[in-house]
C-alpha cells in the first residue's frame, strides 16, 4: 500500500476551488508554492533529501539525473553534494529553449559548474560533459502537482516528457520530488504524459503497488 504523502487521515491536500483547465490548476498550486516559507523551504528540502539518500534506489544508483531547483521548488541540492561526495555520477539537464530539449550533463561541484540561466534555472557551464542517457538508473524530476496515481503535472512545456520518450527501454527508476502540499486529488493527464515510478515528498512516499 503507498505511504500516506500527507499528515491526517488525507492522502492529498484537496484543492480549494476545483480547477476548470490545466492551466487553472498550474496557477493554483504556484500560489500554493509561494505560500511555502523560505525556512519551510529549506527544512523540508533537507528532511526530503536524508529519506532519499537512505532508499535503496538511491544507494545503488551509479548515475542520477537531478534537478537545480527554482526559488520556489524543494531543493535538491544536498542531496546532490552527498551523491557526488559518495563518488555517483550525477547530472543536471542542459536545456535548448529553442528546441525544448534538454540532455544529462554532469557536474562536479555544485557552485562551480552551475549558473543562473533563462527563467532563473540553473543549467551546467559548457564545459559540463554531457552524460548518454541510457547510463542513467535514477531520474529524480519536478512539477507542479503529483496525486496518489503517480501522474505528474509539469509547468507545459514537456521538457521531462520528451526525455523519457527518448530514453529507450530499459527506463530509469523515475521519482517524481515534492512538497507535500503539492499532492492533490487528481492530475489531469494526455496520452503524453508519463507516470511517475514514485512519488517523494517530505512527508512520506507513494509507489506502484508490488
Known amino acids: 500500500m503507498p505511504t500516506q504523502l500527507c499528515r491526517g487521515d488525507q492522502l492529498y491536500h484537496p484543492?480549494?476551488?476545483p480547477p476548470r483547465s490545466k492551466s487553472e490548476l498550474r496557477a493554483q498550486l504556484k500560489n500554493r508554492l509561494d505560500g511555502v516559507s523560505e525556512q519551510e523551504r529549506t527544512d523540508a528540502s533537507t528532511q526530503l533529501c536524508q529519506r532519499l539518500?537512505?532508499?535503496s534506489y538511491y544507494q545503488e544508483a551509479e548515475t542520477i539525473l537531478a534537478y537545480a531547483s527554482m526559488a520556489s521548488e524543494l531543493s535538491l541540492d544536498p542531496?546532490?553534494?552527498h551523491a557526488i561526495s559518495d563518488g555517483k555520477t550525477v547530472c543536471v539537464p542542459r536545456i535548448d529553449w529553442d528546441h525544448k530539449a534538454m540532455e544529462p550533463a554532469q557536474i562536479r561541484n555544485?557552485?562551480?559548474?552551475l549558473r543562473m540561466g533563462?527563467?532563473?534555472v540553473r543549467a551546467p557551464v559548457g564545459g559540463c560533459p554531457l552524460v548518454e542517457k541510457s547510463t542513467l538508473d535514477l531520474?529524480?524530476?519536478?512539477?507542479?502537482?503529483?496525486?496518489?496515481?503517480?501522474?505528474?503535472?509539469?509547468?507545459?512545456?514537456?521538457?521531462?516528457?520528451?526525455?523519457?520518450?527518448?530514453l529507450g527501454m530499459p527506463r530509469p527508476l523515475m521519482v517524481g520530488v515534492c512538497f507535500g502540499c503539492q499532492v492533490i486529488e487528481r492530475v489531469p493527464t494526455e496520452a503524453h504524459d508519463w507516470?511517475?515510478?514514485?512519488v517523494f515528498a517530505e512527508t512520506g512516499e507513494v509507489r506502484r503497488p508490488s
Open 15 to 17: 484543492l480549494m476551488h
Open 53 to 55: 539518500i537512505g532508499t
Open 79 to 81: 542531496l546532490i553534494e
Open 110 to 113: 555544485l557552485d562551480a559548474d
Open 118 to 120: 533563462r527563467y532563473g
Open 139 to 166: 531520474i529524480l524530476i519536478p512539477g507542479l502537482g503529483f496525486d496518489s496515481g503517480l501522474r505528474r503535472l509539469g509547468r507545459g512545456a514537456g521538457f521531462y516528457d520528451r526525455m523519457i520518450d527518448a
Open 195 to 198: 507516470l511517475m515510478d514514485r
